[in-house]
């Protein structure tokens, strides 16, 4: 099975050496992509092409590599571009063109899939192509997978998390630090856990964007962005969180899908002893099922645990083709 | 397929219910059977026929229904007795006469797991037989498939978790509520929490089944119950609670796995917003994983929620037999 992974940054990266290491047997690394560029070789790349930048490379072609998934070179998309708000390019093209085409798509990237799941769905449905998203929610707590394979003949009924760790690191230091929300922004900007422009993030369109898709994968629902009632935590004020640590609770941005199918994402108080109550750059998501009851997943929701859920979803499409043409 | 479930108590009941209203398309449940005795229809049982207790049935025969296996008049054996140390019986002596004769096996039964896992897994690999038994560890908190199936690629390096409902409910009323040992002890009894001899429980052999298991099971070691260290909690003070307490801990039974591979079963003091300390009886696992990080599944550990466990592994067998024979 002949791979591109389409994004050089963090988890590009980590990916790529992953295959390249052989970690996923019947998986060949024949193309990485970054934005301005990629490098191709038909037999398979080498370990030390593989630099800092690829651009740095004698065999860096300029240009998109859109062509590779356009003239058949590659069996596998692993999309790993970052996350473009409104338009979700230049990622959707790409899942677009390689489901169009019957290629398999793996993907971290969460625009395409929260913006346009229902249309790439259909796509790979008529060309038989899979399309996995693991990476997308929760980074390494496989909620997607642990649907699909571990909960068969029960219903979820209701989702309930903390999907976002930047916020979560936010709020935790004011809980237990007694920080202004500035203050602990700052200071999360400063460690690199939030970014420059911490829009996204602290106005919940991350959390949002998560449920999203946990509402339509993991649920089976139809929901648009506009359908989720978004509220960010950027006006909680010291004294908020304060009350709430005095009455043994903790202020949180909790994205949820109630039981009659409507999505929110807002702060809410919870019980320091909820089990979704992590603190720290944690997330915590509660899956209540009809029979199996209330099952909790707490895990790092970003970063290095991500590969897992990438490279899990890579060893699931290997698993369906048979090993195929590696 | 042809379904026999054997064992009719909590679990076998539901189960059985669960298959006659087609639930799982592809099984036909053929036989119900308990200790006394089995019904037996090759064209599928009928609801009116499974009262609440079998031998009330005009078409009950008496016996063991070993012979449904020996004759091969099922495809697949759900077993669900109760777990009977040391010896394991009569389930162990039923799953391997189900393997050895290519027939797929679905279990909540801990001990022939715990006991025979390494002979068990043998024996089905030389026929080709399915040995699947989510519900024996944790209830409806899936941690065999999902190390099977959500966290391929990734390495467990421990494995630690509160694995009995019981004990973890007499520790949390002792928390809470002050009681000592016995009383608390005795209003478990009361509802129903603890069996009238609590034995298995509150000396952490239950809690080394289950250990035992996940250790064999999800970290492919190779362990006997003699290599687990254990220890139960019948001589925790009301004192030690308390002191607990006051340094923001508790006391939890722990059923751990460490780095070297070692296993032990003993009241821990666990800090208060440790992912792993909750309360009632509940159960929760945190999976060290290489790559992923810390994974913590909290969940109910045992009744109905486990029901969601065997029907996935049902679930499974059918995917794998392509819906075969129904």
Redesign the interface.
């Given at each position: 099975m002949r791979a591109l992974v389409n994004g050089y940054g963090f988890l590009g990266k980590r990916v790529a050496r992953?295959l390249l290491l052989g970690?996923?047997p019947g998986v060949r690394l024949v193309a990485v992509a970054r934005s301005t560029g990629y490098l191709y070789r038909p037999e398979g790349l080498r370990a030390e092409e593989l630099g800092n930048d690829l651009s740095g490379s004698p065999h860096f072609v300029e240009g998109s590599a859109l062509v590779l998934l356009e003239d058949g070179k590659v069996d596998l998309l692993v999309e790993l571009t970052p996350t473009n708000l409104p338009s979700g390019e230049p990622a959707l093209t790409n899942i677009r063109t390689a489901l169009s085409r019957g290629i398999d798509v793996v993907t971290a990237n969460k625009a395409p899939i929260a913006l346009a799941y229902r249309e790439l769905k259909e796509v790979a449905r008529s060309t038989g192509a899979l399309l996995l998203f693991?990476g997308t929610v929760g980074?390494?707590?496989?909620l997607i997978?642990?649907r699909?394979?571990?909960?068969?003949?029960?219903e979820v009924l209701t989702i309930r998390g903390i999907l976002n760790g930047t916020t979560n690191y936010i709020l935790s230091r004011m809980h237990f630090e007694g920080l202004t929300f500035d203050l602990a922004l700052r200071e999360a900007q400063n460690l690199g856990i939030a970014e420059r422009d911490p829009t996204l993030d602290i106005e919940g369109y991350d959390t949002a964007l998560k449920l999203l898709i946990l509402a339509n994968a993991v649920m089976g629902l139809d929901r648009k962005l506009d359908d989720v009632r978004i509220t960010g935590i950027s006006r909680i004020s010291a004294d908020a969180v304060a009350l709430a640590k005095e009455a043994n609770m903790a202020v949180k941005l909790i994205g949820s899908v109630d039981a009659d199918g409507r999505l929110s994402v807002a702060p809410r108080l919870v019980k320091?002893?909820d089990?979704i109550c992590?603190?720290g750059t944690?997330n915590?998501v509660t899956i209540r099922?009809k029979?199996?009851?209330?099952?909790?997943?707490?895990?790092?929701g970003a970063g290095?645990?991500t590969?897992?859920?990438i490279?899990?979803d890579?060893?699931?499409v290997v698993t369906v083709r048979g090993f195929g043409s590696a």
């Amino acid at each position: 099975m002949r791979a591109l992974v389409n994004g050089y940054g963090f988890l590009g990266k980590r990916v790529a050496r992953s295959l390249l290491l052989g970690k996923l047997p019947g998986v060949r690394l024949v193309a990485v992509a970054r934005s301005t560029g990629y490098l191709y070789r038909p037999e398979g790349l080498r370990a030390e092409e593989l630099g800092n930048d690829l651009s740095g490379s004698p065999h860096f072609v300029e240009g998109s590599a859109l062509v590779l998934l356009e003239d058949g070179k590659v069996d596998l998309l692993v999309e790993l571009t970052p996350t473009n708000l409104p338009s979700g390019e230049p990622a959707l093209t790409n899942i677009r063109t390689a489901l169009s085409r019957g290629i398999d798509v793996v993907t971290a990237n969460k625009a395409p899939i929260a913006l346009a799941y229902r249309e790439l769905k259909e796509v790979a449905r008529s060309t038989g192509a899979l399309l996995l998203f693991e990476g997308t929610v929760g980074g390494g707590i496989p909620l997607i997978s642990l649907r699909r394979f571990c909960l068969r003949g029960d219903e979820v009924l209701t989702i309930r998390g903390i999907l976002n760790g930047t916020t979560n690191y936010i709020l935790s230091r004011m809980h237990f630090e007694g920080l202004t929300f500035d203050l602990a922004l700052r200071e999360a900007q400063n460690l690199g856990i939030a970014e420059r422009d911490p829009t996204l993030d602290i106005e919940g369109y991350d959390t949002a964007l998560k449920l999203l898709i946990l509402a339509n994968a993991v649920m089976g629902l139809d929901r648009k962005l506009d359908d989720v009632r978004i509220t960010g935590i950027s006006r909680i004020s010291a004294d908020a969180v304060a009350l709430a640590k005095e009455a043994n609770m903790a202020v949180k941005l909790i994205g949820s899908v109630d039981a009659d199918g409507r999505l929110s994402v807002a702060p809410r108080l919870v019980k320091l002893n909820d089990p979704i109550c992590v603190h720290g750059t944690l997330n915590a998501v509660t899956i209540r099922l009809k029979t199996a009851g209330d099952l909790t997943l707490i895990g790092e929701g970003a970063g290095e645990p991500t590969v897992t859920s990438i490279l899990n979803d890579i060893w699931e499409v290997v698993t369906v083709r048979g090993f195929g043409s590696a």
